[in-house]
């Protein structure tokens, strides 16, 4: 799911505090030329997409990413290979564009990472 110009932007101030919880305020205050109650809207969107969750504390409600950003990128990446006639191919033809420290990367990633038939939940 591509987000939209200020949804990005909110991301970005929630993805930079990943591991903490901000208000509403605290958010828009990172945004000049943004309302308030703009941010409010766009923190709401976001949550129903998953991508945000917000916890009430009193009169306050603090809002945190669900996921880190490469978490969410890593998402687009798949939703892109999904549209894909031929994942083969699409995999193959990325693997052409990446510089060879790239490949390296993917390489070591592959090594490590745990077949999804594998993964324990």
Known sequence: MRLGDLERRVMDVLW???????????????????AYTTVLTVLTRLERK???R???TGPLHRFAATGSRETY????????LNVSSDRGASLARFAETVSPEEAEMLRRALDTATPPGKRHS
Do not use: C, K, W
């Open 16 to 34: 930079v505090d990943f591991d903490s919880e901000l208000t509403g305020r605290e958010v828009a205050q990172q945004l000049p030329g943004y």
């Open 50 to 52: 998953g991508l945000v």
């Open 54 to 56: 917000h916890e009430r």
């Open 73 to 80: 990128i890593a998402t687009l990446m798949n939703d892109a």
